[in-house]
């Protein structure tokens, strides 16, 4: 691939350089507003230069395609840069976000890809060739559709941008405003150069002038680099900075005219900036002959003057510094007016402040001397305090020390913080063999215990409380002993910093323990055999009766002797029940119900298919003194109804309940005998009844305080109800006489 350098193109490639060197530039002062787009608006002017100057140096035809191909890399991107650069620039980013950018590049990449694949269509050029001209070979392209549509759109972009920029000169004083003259003229001389190629207006249709105008373009804006420092102050810098100082700030020129001012000092003023800028200072402030008086003080002092603005006062501190050229010459002064009311008044109220705390001072004084005597004496409290806390402390060492119990502390790490001297005299170990070694490591516990101790300290260290517990010790000369430990967790700022455990020894006391359950044992088995002969003396007091029955002929005789067989087989089985319970003191009554029935049953050889024996009622244990009385009751209430309620073979059944309930506050117990026999004669009274089984059951429940109801609606209910001589309730004493019938 030849090339053939003409002075044109190297115009060209000098046009690209210089755009080059302003893109670095730019890029290096990115982080200002502006100077990324500016840096690629400058790299689409080089390779749109330095492809062209590559087009003019080359000799065929796919030569000048394919550099044309990079001219268009750059192209696509001059107008989109540009757009977004002047969007930037004049601080009207906010309206262009990273969306409205990203939209922004699709067309360009769209029509660069057009561009590229134009051998297989006629979308973008219709034709290209290159034509001879003798020293010259020029490229020339018949523009498609698609071309058209890109122009369109990169000249709208364009005309936007310059709109903006013409703004931008109306708005800004004069520093900004030949910045911006700079750039315009340097981004619209290419423009212009572009539209007199593309529509065939120069004299020269063959050639594109628009790279060429890169040299003024390039010219431009290297004067706005360096002659007024671009991307260093820029206008948008001057809203950031000079809008938004708090200070009113005015620039005159050195022929006393207003040359700029932000809007605190129009504020100040009264009037608007574009009035005032380029009037003579004395014409502007004609209305303020106070500020004007401190303007004719010495530059570089400071003036304060006060300022009526509307109904209030206000005090403004001036300063006026003077502006020089890089030559040294004055050019203008800055005058700077800052409202120093407030500070103003805060120093009138320092000053008034400063004499009230020479007299609170004073008045301090006074307080500190009578504040020293109650120290004084408040260090002679705190000295007694002291002296009793020492006192305090030491009547705890020794309580400590001489007490009887060990007490001992262990921390998070299993290891001994503290013990008593005690430990010696209950293990035969001094405090100092012990302390600061592992629970594990010490061998104080006898096999088994140890896992139950970590388990403990563990619980103990999770903040659980635990119940005493007893473990066996090893004492130094091998002796076992037996303590009972309690411990707590000890928390300091809500943490559990350590257990803390009492042990006290009580091997007498197990020792004492293991005697009594010995002599205990011994006793019930005597208090078992005696329950044993009793019950055997009754079963024979039971056989003689029955023996003696056999020799009687006389049916009420062999009555008689039936009825006390069986009340003294019913106290036989109270002491059955007795000894062989393991409680030797009570007896389960509703078993005893249910034995004494069956035996009565077989005594009176009554069919059970005929009366049924129902017993109900929960578990109830009744002692001797109660079970004694309660069974010989029951006796003779199941006598009397297996005896007169179901003559002639009559059917029918016998319930007895038993149960506890609460009235008022206190317990009792409720035996009741049911039957649905023929029930009681109609003039039958209890306590003038003949029956001796009945009369000796109502002498019963006043035997055991308590009181008889019957219930003659169906058949004939015997209800006994008598107090809980056991209950923690208090008892109240139920009188037998008090017989109800219903």
């Known amino acids: 691939m030849s090339l053939q350098w003409t002075p044109y193109s190297l115009v060209l490639a000098f046009a690209a350089i210089i755009s080059a060197v302003a893109a670095s530039f730019a890029w290096k002062r990115r982080a200002a507003s502006g100077a990324i787009p500016f840096a690629v608006f400058m790299l689409g002017l080089s390779l749109w230069a330095l492809g062209d100057a590559l087009i003019w140096a080359s000799a065929n035809l796919s030569s000048q395609a394919f550099w044309n191909n990079l001219s268009y890399l750059g192209i696509v991107m001059v107008p989109t840069s540009w757009f977004i650069f002047a969007f930037q620039y004049t601080g009207l980013q906010k309206w262009l976000g990273k969306r409205e950018v990203v939209l922004l590049c ?66 800004f004083p004069s520093l900004y405003r030949e910045q911006t003259v700079a750039l315009l003229v340097g981004a619209v001389m290419p423009w212009l150069a572009n539209v007199i190629y593309v529509f065939h207006l120069n004299l020269f249709a063959q050639i594109d002038l628009t790279p060429l105008a890169f040299l003024i373009t390039g010219s431009a804006f290297s004067w706005a680099f360096f002659r007024f420092r671009l991307f260093d102050l820029a206008p948008v810098a001057r809203d950031v900075i000079f809008e938004t100082m708090g200070d009113g700030v005015l ?12 809007q605190v000092m129009c504020h100040l003023l009264g009037d608007k900036i574009s009035r005032l800028v380029g009037q003579p200072i004395t014409q502007a402030l004609t209305s303020y002959p106070d500020l004007m008086r401190a303007l004719t003080t010495a530059t570089g002092r400071h003036a304060e003057i006060f300022w009526i603005e509307g109904e209030e006062g206000h005090f403004f501190d001036v300063v006026i510094t003077p502006l020089h050229s890089s030559q040294g010459r004055l050019t203008g002064r800055l005058i700077t007016l800052r409202d120093i009311t407030r500070r103003r008044e805060a120093e009138e109220a320092l000053k008034k402040a400063y004499e009230e705390l020479e007299q609170r001072v004073q008045d301090r004084t006074c307080e500190l001397a009578a504040a020293n005597e109650s120290l004084l004496a408040e260090i002679a409290e705190r000295n007694r305090i002291e002296g009793a806390l020492r006192e305090s402390e030491e009547r705890y060492r020794l309580h400590f020390e001489n007490m009887n119990d060990v007490i001992y502390s262990i921390g998070p790490d299993f290891n001994l913080l503290t013990i008593s001297p005690s430990v010696e005299r209950y293990l035969g170990y001094r405090p100092e063999e012990l302390i600061g070694r592992h629970v594990g490591e010490m061998n104080l516990l006898s096999p088994g215990y140890l896992e139950v101790a970590f388990e403990d300290i563990s619980r103990a260290l999770a903040g659980e409380l635990r119940p005493s517990q007893m473990y066996e010790f090893i004492a130094k000369d091998g002796t076992r002993r037996i303590g009972e430990l309690t411990g707590a967790p000890l928390y300091r700022d809500g943490q559990v910093i350590a257990v803390i455990t009492v042990a006290r020894d009580i091997t007498e006391r197990v020792r004492t323990d293991e005697q009594l359950k010995a002599s205990l044992a011994e006793k019930e088995i005597l208090l078992k055999e005696i329950h044993h002969r009793v019950k055997n003396n009754l079963q024979i007091v039971s056989s003689l009766l029955y023996l003696q029955s056999g020799q009687v002929h006389d049916e009420q005789v062999l009555d008689v002797l039936k009825e006390s067989q069986n009340r003294v087989r019913s106290m036989a089985f109270v002491h059955e029940r007795l000894y062989q319970s393991e409680d030797l003191a009570r007896v389960n009554f509703v078993e005893y119900i249910r034995s004494l029935g069956h035996y009565l049953f077989q ?71 049911a039957d649905d026999g023929v029930g009681l004669p109609p003039k039958f009274d209890l306590i003038t009844s003949e029956s001796l089984g009945l009369r000796l059951a109502n002498t019963l429940v006043g035997q055991i305080n308590g009181e008889i109801r019957i219930d003659r609606r169906y058949g004939t209910a015997f209800e006994i109800t008598f107090a809980d001589p056991s209950s923690e309730f208090a008892v109240q004493q139920l009188m037998f006489s008090n017989t109800r019938e219903e």
């Open 603 to 673: 005594s009176y050889g009554m069919d059970g298919s005929m009366i049924h024996f129902i017993v109900e009622g929960e578990e109830a244990l009744l002692d001797i003194d109660m079970a004694m009385p309660c069974g010989l009751l029951l006796n003779e209430l199941l006598s009397n109804a297996l005896k007169h309620a179901f003559p002639a073979g009559r059917r029918g059944e016998i319930r007895v309940s038993f149960y506890a309930h609460v009235l008022d506050g206190k317990r009792f117990w409720k035996l009741i005998v």
């Open 106 to 171: 699709i067309e360009p990449v769209l029509t660069l890809l057009f561009a590229w694949s134009s051998n297989y269509h006629v979308l973008f050029w219709t034709q290209r060739w290159s034509e001879d001209l003798g020293i010259l070979s020029i490229y020339r392209v018949t523009h498609g559709p698609l071309f058209w549509l890109h122009t369109s759109y990169s000249y709208v972009l364009c005309f936007v941008a310059t709109l903006i920029f013409v703004g931008q000169i109306i708005r």
């Open 251 to 262: 620039i005159v020129d050195n022929l006393g005219r207003i040359m700029d001012m932000n």
